[in-house]
């Protein structure tokens, strides 16, 4: 009876086991080699295709430096890095394929489903050593430099995915890229949970990018970038980026933190940031633009705690296609902390934001649309805010007796320090319709010169429970109206 009883064990722990084993694959098997020298980017991409086509499984990388070119992956194919498993990027720029819009990558997909990166292991591609040989070859006058700039516009990121479904990217470490880190365009139920970006090998060097994704989940992440760190965009006008959820990160940037923009030709919808962290960012912790004709609305930010940074919030309207008008409707900010600083928040980086415009004083957090375009619908509730205050009148670029004199710059790009300076301390808000400001405590530490709030064109506004916290500033009005209608404090 014994005997038959492990006999049955051992039939149910192969009949359990057996598609496990048959569907996985150790990249050894396929001759790809973990020596850092050889380049694998043929023994790569044929295990790749061999396990797509029979039927899917996964490819194990085990303790190593495996370097390689561009792989495509392919669906039903799951890439597993282990815990000290390095997959290698080659350094030379023509190991690099380029995918549909002509995004080099080093690894890439297009049209997949049911794909996979996981693992703790770590995909470095060695950027800054790519950047400058993509560089070396501009100025040999091999490869062309759209922008002109002498600085490459066009260089390998780590991850180009582009109209997949069902991806999951998980527990890896990204480092080292030499452009965009990973972009996810118009792909259907994303999973990013638990991996950590480090980019900051060169210039505009994005840590994430969601790009008219319909679907996505980020969770639990950290990422440190030169450029904006978290980035939704949307690049087509038939399309949107919808029903995305950012929860639980850890966000430094060059730039912003969490950043809505700034390309937004088709949209924003139905976006959930929650319980999230910025810190020693040069930008905004949160931004969120409408600037290239998209919809953008029910946007519900929640729970965000952001210290050290340049800007707390900035939103804003532009339109810098004639004719492509935005929108911008519903946003919903909540339960936010942030603390400003009298200095610069990144630096000794390697790749700072660029001073601008000094000197100047600090700037507000802004919602600003246009003068036919307004935001409407805006709700700002249990949050604080705590600026340096001190501002001086000697360097003062606007006063209140001539807001008109604010441009409205519907073409430039849009960043907070766009009009380099603005005549309020905690909030400057124009061309906007219903803004509702609920338990807001605003800070400043020094006495600042400014008023915390200037509503300038704003049509129904009601702020209740809000306070003021300025040294030497009993009798001072902090909540100064122009052009505003409909206003209850």
Same mark, same amino acid.
């Given at each position: 009876?014994?005997? /038959?009883?492990?006999?049955?064990?051992?039939?149910?722990?192969?009949?359990?086991? =057996?598609?496990?084993?048959?569907?996985?694959?150790?990249?050894?098997?396929?001759?790809?080699?973990?020596?850092?020298?050889?380049?694998?980017?043929?023994?790569?991409?044929?295990?790749?295709?061999?396990?797509?086509?029979?039927?899917?499984?996964?490819?194990?990388? *085990?303790? $190593?430096?495996?370097?390689? @070119?561009?792989?495509?992956?392919? =669906?039903?194919?799951?890439?597993?890095?282990?815990?000290?498993?390095?997959?290698?990027?080659?350094?030379?720029?023509? +190991? *690099?394929? &380029?995918?549909?819009?002509?995004?080099?990558?080093?690894?890439?997909?297009?049209?997949?489903?049911?794909?996979?990166? #996981?693992?703790? !292991?770590?995909?470095?591609?060695?950027?800054?050593? /790519?950047?400058?040989?993509?560089?070396?070859?501009?100025?040999? $006058?091999?490869?062309?430099?759209?922008?002109?700039?002498?600085?490459?516009?066009?260089?390998?990121?780590?991850?180009? /995915?582009?109209?997949?479904?069902?991806?999951?990217?998980?527990?890896?470490?990204?480092?080292?890229?030499?452009?965009?880190?990973?972009?996810?365009?118009?792909? &259907?139920?994303?999973?990013?949970?638990?991996?950590?970006?480090?980019?900051?090998?060169?210039?505009?060097?994005?840590?994430?990018?969601?790009?008219?994704?319909? @679907?996505?989940?980020?969770?639990? %992440?950290?990422?440190?970038?030169?450029?904006?760190?978290?980035?939704?965009?949307?690049?087509?006008?038939?399309?949107? %980026?919808?029903?995305?959820?950012?929860?639980? %990160?850890?966000?430094?940037?060059?730039?912003? !933190?969490?950043?809505?923009?700034?390309?937004?030709?088709?949209?924003?919808?139905?976006?959930?940031?929650?319980?999230?962290?910025?810190?020693?960012?040069?930008?905004?912790?949160?931004?969120?633009?409408?600037?290239?004709? $998209? &919809?953008?609305?029910?946007?519900?930010?929640?729970?965000?705690?952001?210290?050290?940074? !340049?800007?707390?919030?900035?939103?804003?309207?532009?339109?810098?296609?004639?004719?492509?008008?935005?929108?911008?409707?519903?946003?919903?900010?909540?339960?936010?902390?942030?603390?400003?600083?009298?200095?610069?928040?990144?630096?000794?980086?390697?790749?700072?934001?660029?001073?601008?415009?000094?000197?100047?004083?600090?700037?507000?957090?802004?919602? #600003?649309?246009?003068? +036919?375009?307004?935001?409407?619908?805006?709700?700002?509730?249990?949050?604080?805010?705590?600026?340096?205050?001190?501002?001086?009148?000697?360097?003062?670029?606007? $006063?209140?007796?001539?807001?008109?004199?604010?441009?409205?710059?519907?073409?430039? *790009?849009?960043?907070?320090? &766009?009009?380099?300076?603005?005549?309020?301390?905690?909030?400057?808000?124009?061309?906007?319709?219903?803004?509702?400001?609920?338990?807001?405590? /605003?800070?400043?530490?020094?006495?600042?010169?400014?008023?915390?709030?200037?509503?300038?064109?704003?049509?129904?506004?009601?702020?209740?429970?809000?306070?003021?916290?300025?040294?030497?500033?009993?009798?001072?009005?902090?909540?100064?109206?122009?052009?505003?209608?409909?206003?209850?404090?």
């Amino acid at each position: 009876m014994k005997e /038959l009883k492990n006999t049955v064990l051992f039939i149910c722990f192969l009949l359990i086991t =057996s598609p496990l084993l048959a569907n996985d694959y150790q990249a050894s098997t396929f001759g790809i080699k973990s020596d850092g020298i050889t380049m694998n980017t043929r023994s790569i991409q044929k295990a790749i295709d061999y396990i797509s086509a029979t039927g899917g499984g996964m490819l194990k990388f *085990y303790v $190593g430096r495996y370097l390689t @070119g561009s792989i495509h992956l392919k =669906s039903n194919v799951t890439i597993y890095l282990g815990e000290g498993a390095v997959l290698v990027g080659s350094t030379n720029p023509y +190991d *690099y394929d &380029q995918e549909l819009n002509n995004w080099y990558g080093l690894i890439l997909a297009n049209g997949q489903e049911n794909i996979a990166i #996981i693992g703790k !292991g770590v995909i470095d591609g060695q950027g800054r050593i /790519l950047a400058n040989n993509f560089l070396h070859q501009v100025q040999n $006058g091999i490869i062309k430099d759209e922008l002109g700039l002498d600085r490459v516009s066009n260089r390998p990121m780590l991850l180009y /995915l582009r109209s997949c479904k069902n991806v999951t990217i998980e527990g890896i470490t990204l480092t080292n890229a030499s452009f965009w880190t990973d972009t996810y365009d118009q792909c &259907q139920n994303l999973r990013i949970n638990k991996i950590t970006v480090n980019s900051t090998a060169y210039w505009n060097n994005d840590g994430m990018d969601i790009v008219d994704c319909n @679907g996505a989940l980020i969770t639990d %992440c950290y990422i440190s970038s030169s450029d904006d760190a978290i980035c939704l965009k949307s690049h087509d006008e038939k399309s949107l %980026c919808q029903n995305i959820e950012i929860r639980n %990160c850890v966000a430094r940037s060059g730039a912003n !933190g969490i950043k809505l923009g700034t390309a937004s030709t088709g949209g924003f919808k139905h976006i959930k940031i929650i319980n999230n962290i910025v810190y020693d960012t040069f930008r905004s912790a949160i931004t969120v633009q409408a600037v290239d004709g $998209g &919809q953008v609305e029910n946007i519900t930010i929640d729970s965000l705690h952001a210290v050290n940074v !340049g800007n707390p919030i900035y939103l804003v309207v532009g339109e810098r296609r004639t004719g492509h008008r935005s929108r911008m409707d519903n946003i919903h900010i909540s339960n936010v902390y942030v603390e400003v600083p009298a200095t610069k928040p990144d630096a000794g980086y390697d790749y700072e934001g660029p001073v601008e415009g000094n000197p100047r004083n600090i700037s507000p957090s802004s919602i #600003i649309g246009l003068a +036919d375009n307004k935001i409407t619908n805006i709700t700002i509730k249990n949050v604080e805010i705590v600026y340096p205050g001190g501002g001086d009148t000697h360097i003062a670029k606007v $006063g209140l007796d001539e807001l008109d004199k604010v441009k409205e710059m519907p073409k430039s *790009y849009p960043e907070f320090s &766009q009009h380099k300076e603005l005549p309020a301390w905690g909030f400057y808000i124009r061309h906007a319709d219903n803004v509702v400001f609920k338990n807001v405590k /605003l800070t400043a530490k020094k006495k600042d010169y400014r008023p915390a709030i200037v509503l300038d064109d704003v049509d129904g506004g009601v702020f209740t429970g809000t306070k003021f916290n300025e040294p030497d500033s009993k009798k001072k009005v902090e909540i100064f109206t122009y052009k505003s209608d409909h206003i209850k404090k």
